[in-house]
Structures are given as C-alpha cells and as structure tokens.
C-alpha cells in the first residue's frame, strides 16, 4: 500500500477560557497531517497530540450532524468539509461568527435554538387521527415542494454569514424561517398562520436584504435566500387578499 502524502499544517486557533482569560487570542499549532484529511482532523491531531485542552465540537465527520461549524480563514465552513488540501499557508481557526464564545471554538447556539423554538418546525397536523387509521400520506409532488427545505441540518453557518444578523440579532434568520417555509409548504401540515406571526415581521423576514450569503455557504444546498424569498411573496399574497379582495384573507 502505498503511503499517504503528508504535509506540515499550520493553524492559528482561536483560544478563550472565561475562567481565565480577559480576551480570546490566537495560538499556532504546526501538526503533520495526509493531504486527504480535512482541518477537523487536523484539530484532532492536534488535540490528541500537542493540547488536550483545546475544545470544539464535532460528532458525525460526515457533513450530516452540522456541529462543527467554524470560520475556516474567515469563511464558515463544515470543519470535516473544508479540505486541507483547499489551503495554503497558515490556516485560521475560529468560532462562528456573531455567536457568543463558550470556550475556544464552541459557541453559545441558545439564541439560534430559541428562534427555531418560535416557528414551530414540526408539522401540526389538519386532523388528528388514530395509528389505527395509516400514515398522513403524500403525493412526490407534494413532496417535493418542501424536500430541499428539509436538508437542513441546523449547522448554524447561514447565521455566521448573514450580515442582518450581525446587524440586528433580533432578526428570526435564516434557517429558522426556512425551516418554517418547509413545514408551511407541506400539505399535512396547518399550521401556517401559527408561523406567519412570526415570520412574517419585521424581526423576521422582512429584516432580510437578499445579499444571500446564507445560501453560498449552506453545505446541503438548501437555499435559504430563496426559500426567505418566497416567504416575502407569500406574505405579500396574504396582505393583498386581506386588504384588497373582497371577502378577506381566504
């Protein structure tokens, strides 16, 4: 078999312990790594080898559980999807941005997970019904209106990108109204109005500019700048039947 290429890796990581530090800073780590392995191997490396204090997270190395979130040279990334072979020279290491720093390079999500808490993203159903009488069935065309909705994996990354949350943190965000979007396009579902009053606000996503840089950096391809956006039309809809057709909202 032949051998594995290696290369010496530099990284930078940002390093904070609240219980001991006034400030976060820097520290250089240099760690021999195989050009296939990706920056979140290289954090393991470095912490079974050199700083067993280092903390982050990471479960999956999958791309699939969306915990390792970080900003790799200043872009968010998946850590077990950013490639070292992507990257030349030192790499810089640091948490998500506009999430408050926990330890090093965790992160505190509470205010992520409150919003998603607020739009209800689970189905509530029209009817409900007994196991005894089957599932809640859909069509593949039902289906597909929202499955690019529901490849979210909650990694957080939208939220380091998006420029109205760094500027307004009231702002519900971008996975949190996509997620809605999802659940509000599905045919089993009725809770749509439940939602509207919370993502059809100024806090929600009406805060959003479109500069869509949620959706560059989604690992899953989910596109939350265009599901935001038909969130806007839909919203629209309903304000001009409620004020302009005869009858009201229908």
Request: charged share 25%; hydrophobic share 35%.
């Amino acid at each position: 078999m032949t051998p594995l290429k290696q290369r010496l890796v530099q990284l930078e990581v940002l390093r904070y312990n609240p219980e001991k530090d006034t400030e976060p800073h820097f520290q250089k780590y240099e760690v021999m790594c195989p050009e296939e392995w990706v920056v979140l191997d290289a954090l393991n490396a470095v912490k079974e080898t050199i700083d067993p204090t280092l903390s982050y997270r990471w479960s999956c190395h999958m791309a699939v559980c969306g915990s390792c979130g970080m900003m790799v040279n200043g872009e968010p990334k998946l850590s077990c999807h950013a490639f070292l072979r992507d990257y030349e020279g030192v790499i810089r290491v640091e948490p998500l941005a506009n999430f408050p720093i926990e330890r090093d390079l965790v992160t505190v999500a509470d205010d992520f997970i409150d919003k998603l808490k607020r739009v209800k993203p689970y189905i509530i159903p029209k009817e409900k019904k007994p196991i005894s009488e089957g599932e809640y069935k859909q069509t593949p065309a039902q289906l597909m209106k929202f499955r690019q909705f529901s490849m979210c994996i909650n990694c957080m990354l939208c939220y380091a990108a998006c420029p109205e949350y760094a500027l307004q943190p009231k702002f519900i965000g971008p996975a949190a109204i996509t997620l809605a979007h999802r659940y509000n396009l599905d045919s089993r579902d009725a809770g749509r109005d439940q939602r509207q009053e919370v993502i059809a606000t100024n806090e929600g996503v009406w805060e959003c500019s479109f500069v869509g840089a949620c959706s560059e950096v989604c690992p899953k391809a989910v596109d939350p700048a265009g599901a935001l956006q038909q969130v806007k039309v839909a919203s629209t809809l309903d304000w001009f039947k409620e004020h302009l057709l005869p009858g009201g909202k229908s």
